[in-house]
C-alpha cells in the first residue's frame, strides 16, 4: 500500500520532467511530438542570445544574492542561536522569518514599492538616482535568501553539541580560535546548503523579479514565463534537460559524498 | 598545600541553587571522586572549576592562585567530557594534538607528543582515523589522552565511565587510576555511582543539595557515615530514628540500641547500621543491640542474600545474609543481633 | 560590543528590506491612484505639518466589486483543494520512504526533492506540452478513441500544475517526522493486540498531525498567492488574487488597490502563517 503511494507519487512527480526530457531530443518543431533523434534544439538553444545574455545575467544574480544571503544569514541565525533572550529578538526572528512566509506577489510588490520610494528620494537628494534592474532583483534575492540561511544556520547551531566548543575551551582554545577549528568546520556544509539554497530559490523566481526589476534587467525565468505565455517551445524542453541534467549531478555528487560519510559512521 | 581550594562557592541557576557555600580541598595526587544523586551540584562544580560557568561567589585557588576571571583557555586545567566531546571532523592524531597545537609547539614535538599518548592507551593505529570509526572504549580512551596531553595539573573528569558498557567500566577504571599514578596530576571525577567511586578513588566527597555533607577516604565514609544521606546514599544503610534514654541507650522503636560512647539522655538522634553488620542469632534476641522480626522478602545477590526483615513496630531492617548456608522462609521469625561498633551516631 | 556586530547588519538589512516595505505596502494601499510618477498619491503629505491626505477608496472598490471577493474565494478554494490533494499523495510517499531499507532512504527522498530543483517553469512547461489541444496526453486518448479535449487551460491544469510543483514541499516534513517516529510505540500498540491499520489509526496516525497541519499549510500559504501557475495553465476568465493584483499593478497602473490586494490577502493568510509558524516552533 505505502509503496503503491511511494510508486505512484513519483511518477506523477517525475513522468512529466522524463517525457519532456527525452521530447527535447525531438527533431520535431512541436514540442512533445517525435521526429527522430537530434540536439537541434540545444544548438538552438546555444545559439539564442537573448537567452544567454538572460542566463547569464541569472547567474550573476543568483550567485551574488546566494554569496550576500549566506554572509547576513549565518549572522541572523548565528544570533537567533546563541545570543540566547535578547532585546529584539522577536523582531529578528519574526523579520527573517516572514520571506518564508509571505506570498511571492506581496513579497514583490512591497519591494518594489520601497525601491520605487528610495528612487524618489534619491532623485529629490542628489538628482539622481540608479535605475531597476539586476541590482534590486539582487537585492530583493539575497533578503529572500537570508531568511532560509538563517533557518538552516540556527537548525545546525541549536543542535551542536556545546561540549565541543567547551573542549576546546578547555585544551587553550581562544574564543575566535574556537570558532576558527571547530564551529566553523562543523557548520560549513549547513553554509554550503544555504547558499545552494539561496542560489537555487534565485534561479527560479519570476515573480519577485518581475516586481522589482526595470527595463534593464531580463531573467531567464522572466524571459522563459513570457516564452511560456504564448506556448512550448522545444528549445524550452532543451533548457529544461540541461537545467535538469545540471540539478542531477549536483545533487547526485552531494548524496555520494553524503553517503561515503554515512559509511563511515557505519 | 591543596592543589585546589574551593571556598564558599555559590552558583545559581534562575530559582534553583545548585552549589550553596560549598568547601572543598583537591590535595595534589590523588583521585578524588564527587560523588552525589542527580542535581547535587557535583557537575556544576566541575563547570565552574573548568570556567565554563561564572560562581555567584566564593573563591577557587589553584596551587594558590585565584582563577576568578580567567578564561576557560587560560586555565592549566584539564576537562574530559561525558559526552567525550571529541571533534567530528578530525582524526583522532589531531583531536590528541589540537591543545598542544594551541601552545604552539614545534611540528615535531607535537608529533612526539601525541605519539607517546596513543602508545600509553594502545591507539598507535587508530591515529589517522576519526571519532566515529572507533568503539566506545577506545573514544574513550582517546578523550583521556586529549585532556591529558597538555599535561595539567588538575585532571577533571564528567562520569568518564557512563557511556560505557558494563563490562568494559570496570577494566577502564583500573586504567583511568593507572594513569593518574603515572601522571602525577589530580584527578577529580564526577560519579553517580557509589561502586566505582569507593572502587578507584583516593577520597571520595559526597554532595547532597549544593553542600558538602561528608569528604573522606572510602572505607573512613562507608564505616563511618556523618549523615543520613551519605549513610543511605554507600551502601544503603539502615537508618534508625529514635531517642537517648536515661541509661545512655538509644530507644528506637522495637530496637533498643547500646552505642560504644553513649550520648546525652533526651536527645533525639540517628543511628546508622550496615546491612552486613547485622547476624541471624539462635534462641532469643539480646535485650540490647538485638530484635526480633519476621521475614518478608529475600532476594538472592549472587554472594549472598538481601532480608527485608519486619519489626514489631512497622519499622523494616534490611540484613545482609551470607551465602553457604541456606537461607530462612519468609514468613519465619527471626532473632537478629549486631555488635555496638556497628552503630553510627549521624550528625544530620 | 562584538554581539552587537552580529546583530547589527542582519538586523539593519531585515528592517530596511523586510520591514519597511511592508509598512510602505501598507501605507500606499490608503493612498488615493493618481496620474504621475509613480501613480499615486502619497497619504502623508506635508503643507507646514503633516496632513492626511490619503482614502479607504480601494479597501471599498474591493468590498463593493464582487469581482475582487471572487477572485479572493476562488484562491482560496484552489490554495485549498491543492493543498488537501498534496497531503493525500504525500502520505503515502512519506510512509514509503519512512518505511523504505535505510540505505534507500536518502536517495527516496532526493527523487522527491530533485523536481524542485530541476526549476519550476520548466516543470509548467512540462504541462503544457503535454495537455495541449494536440498534445501528448490528447494523443494517448486518441488512440483509445477518446477526445481531444479541452485539456489546458483548465480547472485540470490549474490543479495538476500546482500540486506538481508542491508536492514536495509536502513530502519533506512528513518524512522526516515519519522517520525521526518511535517506532517502540507502534510495537507497544500491536502487543497489545492492535492490528495493523488500528495501529497506523491509533498511534502513527495522530503522532503525525501535527507535521500534516505542517505540510498543509507549507502549500497552502503560498499557493492561496500563486500567480504563474494560474497565468500559465488555469482557465484564463478565473481570476485569482496572485492574478487580479498582478492586472492591477502592471496593466492598470493602479498602485493603491494592488497594495490594499495584497494587504488583505495577509490579513487573510495572517492566522495560517501564526499557526504554522507555532506548529514550526514546537516541532
Not at chain 1, 167 to 183: E, N, S
Not at chain 1, 188 to 215: E, I, K, M, N, Q
Not at chain 2, 9 to 38: H, N
Not at chain 3, 189 to 195: E, I, R, V, Y
Request: proline share 7%; charged share 15%; net charge positive.
Amino acid at each position: 500500500m505505502r509503496r503503491i503511494g511511494l510508486a505512484f507519487g513519483l511518477l506523477f512527480l517525475w513522468a512529466p520532467i522524463l517525457l519532456m526530457v527525452l521530447y527535447a531530443f525531438s527533431a520535431d518543431r512541436i514540442p512533445f511530438q517525435w521526429g527522430g533523434w537530434s540536439l537541434r534544439w540545444f544548438a538552438a538553444l546555444a545559439a539564442n542570445e537573448r537567452m544567454r545574455e538572460a542566463a547569464f545575467l541569472s547567474l550573476r544574480i543568483a550567485a551574488g544574492a546566494a554569496t550576500l544571503a549566506m554572509l547576513l544569514g549565518s549572522l541572523a541565525g548565528w544570533a537567533l542561536a546563541r545570543f540566547g533572550p535578547f532585546t529584539g529578538r522577536t523582531l529578528l526572528g519574526g523579520l527573517a522569518g516572514a520571506p518564508l512566509v509571505l506570498p511571492e506577489v506581496v513579497t514583490g510588490l512591497s519591494l518594489l514599492l520601497l525601491f520605487v520610494l528610495a528612487q524618489g528620494a534619491l532623485e529629490a537628494w542628489l538628482g539622481w538616482a540608479p535605475g531597476r534592474g539586476a541590482a534590486t532583483i539582487l537585492l530583493a534575492h539575497a533578503t529572500i535568501g537570508l531568511a532560509y540561511v538563517a533557518v538552516v544556520v540556527q537548525a545546525r547551531l541549536a543542535t551542536l553539541d556545546p561540549s565541543l566548543e567547551e573542549a576546546a575551551a578547555g585544551l587553550g582554545a581562544g574564543p575566535f580560535t574556537i570558532f576558527r577549528t571547530v564551529t566553523l568546520p562543523l557548520i560549513a556544509p549547513s553554509l554550503a546548503a544555504g547558499w545552494l539554497l539561496a542560489f537555487t530559490l534565485s534561479l527560479d523566481d519570476v515573480v519577485v523579479a518581475s516586481f522589482v526589476s526595470g527595463p534593464a534587467g531580463t531573467t531567464l525565468p522572466m524571459l522563459v514565463f513570457s516564452a511560456l505565455k504564448v506556448g512550448l517551445t522545444p528549445e524550452v524542453n532543451a533548457l529544461a534537460a540541461l537545467v535538469l541534467a545540471v540539478a542531477a549531478l549536483a545533487v547526485g555528487g552531494a548524496g555520494l559524498i553524503l553517503a561515503r560519510r554515512a559509511n563511515g559512521a557505519g | 598545600m591543596a592543589l585546589l581550594t574551593v571556598r564558599g562557592l555559590t552558583k545559581r541557576f534562575g530559582a534553583a541553587l545548585a552549589l550553596d557555600g560549598l568547601d572543598l580541598e583537591v590535595r595534589p595526587d590523588e583521585v578524588l571522586a564527587l560523588l552525589g544523586g542527580s542535581g547535587s551540584g557535583k557537575s556544576t562544580l566541575l563547570r565552574l572549576v573548568a570556567g565554563f560557568e561564572v560562581p555567584d561567589s566564593g573563591r577557587m585557588l589553584l596551587e594558590g592562585r585565584d582563577l576568578a576571571g580567567l578564561p576557560p583557555h587560560a586555565r592549566p586545567v584539564g576537562m574530559m567530557f561525558q559526552s567525550y566531546a571529541l571533534f567530528p571532523h578530525l582524526t583522532v592524531f589531531d583531536n590528541v594534538a589540537y591543545g598542544l597545537r594551541r601552545e604552539r609547539m614545534p611540528r615535531a614535538e607535537i608529533g612526539r607528543r601525541v605519539g607517546e599518548a596513543l602508545a600509553m592507551v594502545g591507539l598507535e593505529a587508530m591515529a589517522g582515523r576519526k571519532p566515529h570509526q572507533l568503539s566506545g572504549g577506545q573514544r574513550q580512551r582517546v578523550a583521556l589522552v586529549r585532556s591529558l596531553v597538555k599535561r595539567p595539573r588538575l585532571l577533571l573528569l564528567d562520569e568518564p565511565l557512563a557511556a560505557l558498557d558494563a563490562g568494559l567500566r570496570e577494566r577502564t577504571g583500573l586504567e583511568l587510576r593507572a594513569m593518574q599514578r603515572r601522571t602525577g596530576a589530580g584527578f577529580v571525577m564526577v560519579t553517580h555511582d557509589q561502586a566505582e567511586a569507593l572502587a578507584l578513588a583516593d577520597r571520595i566527597a559526597v554532595l547532597d543539595g549544593g553542600r558538602l555533607a561528608q569528604c573522606g577516604p572510602p572505607a573512613e565514609l562507608y564505616e563511618r557515615p556523618a549523615t543520613r544521606f551519605v549513610a543511605r546514599f554507600l551502601g544503603a544503610a539502615n537508618v534508625l530514628e529514635g531517642k537517648v534514654g536515661t541509661d545512655g541507650a538509644v530507644e528506637a522503636g522495637a530496637c533498643r540500641l547500646a552505642l560504644p560512647h553513649g550520648a546525652a539522655p533526651g536527645e533525639a538522634l540517628a543511628v546508622a547500621l550496615r546491612p552486613e553488620r547485622i547476624r541471624l542469632l539462635p534462641g532469643a534476641p539480646p535485650m540490647a543491640n538485638g530484635v526480633g522480626g519476621v521475614l518478608r522478602d529475600l532476594a538472592y545477590r549472587g554472594d549472598g542474600w538481601m532480608a527485608l526483615v519486619a519489626l514489631p513496630d512497622g519499622a523494616e531492617l534490611r540484613v545482609a545474609l551470607p551465602a553457604g548456608a541456606a537461607p530462612p522462609e519468609p514468613g519465619s521469625r527471626l532473632a537478629l543481633g549486631w555488635p555496638a561498633e556497628a552503630l553510627v551516631a549521624l550528625r544530620a | 560590543m562584538q554581539r552587537l556586530l552580529i546583530l547589527l547588519p542582519p538586523l539593519g538589512w531585515l528592517l530596511l528590506l523586510v520591514a519597511a516595505p511592508l509598512l510602505i505596502l501598507g501605507l500606499i494601499a490608503f493612498a488615493e491612484a493618481g496620474p504621475g510618477v509613480p501613480p499615486f498619491i502619497p497619504p502623508l503629505g506635508w503643507a507646514g505639518g503633516p496632513v492626511w491626505q490619503g482614502s479607504t477608496e480601494s479597501f471599498g472598490t474591493l468590498l463593493a466589486d464582487p469581482y475582487y471577493l471572487e477572485a479572493f474565494l476562488r484562491s482560496l478554494f484552489t490554495a485549498f483543494v491543492t493543498a488537501a490533494l498534496c497531503l493525500l499523495l504525500a502520505y503515502p510517499m512519506a510512509l514509503g520512504i519512512a518505511g523504505a531499507r535505510p540505505s534507500w532512504r536518502l536517495p527516496l527522498l532526493l527523487l522527491v526533492l530533485l523536481p524542485f530543483w530541476t526549476g519550476f517553469l520548466p516543470r509548467l512547461g512540462a504541462w503544457i506540452g503535454l495537455l495541449r489541444d494536440g498534445g501528448w496526453v490528447n494523443g494517448v486518448l486518441g488512440l483509445a478513441g477518446v477526445g481531444p479535449l479541452r485539456l489546458l487551460y483548465s480547472d485540470l491544469a490549474l490543479h495538476l500544475g500546482m500540486v506538481h510543483a508542491y508536492l514536495p514541499f509536502a513530502v519533506l516534513p512528513l518524512a522526516t517526522t515519519l522517520l525521526r517516529r518511535d517506532r517502540s510505540l507502534e510495537e507497544a500498540a500491536a502487543d497489545l493486540g492492535a492490528t495493523p491499520f488500528t495501529v497506523f489509526r491509533s498511534v502513527t496516525l495522530p503522532l503525525s498531525l501535527p507535521a500534516a497541519a505542517s505540510a498543509f499549510l507549507l502549500v497552502f500559504i503560498p499557493a492561496a498567492g500563486e500567480f504563474v501557475i494560474p497565468e500559465l495553465l488555469g482557465p484564463p476568465e478565473a481570476q485569482m488574487v496572485g492574478r487580479v493584483l498582478w492586472g492591477e499593478f502592471f496593466q492598470n497602473r493602479d498602485w493603491p488597490l494592488a497594495a490594499a490586494l495584497a494587504l488583505a490577502l495577509l490579513v487573510l493568510l495572517l492566522p495560517s502563517i501564526l499557526f504554522f509558524q507555532r506548529l514550526g516552533r514546537r516541532g
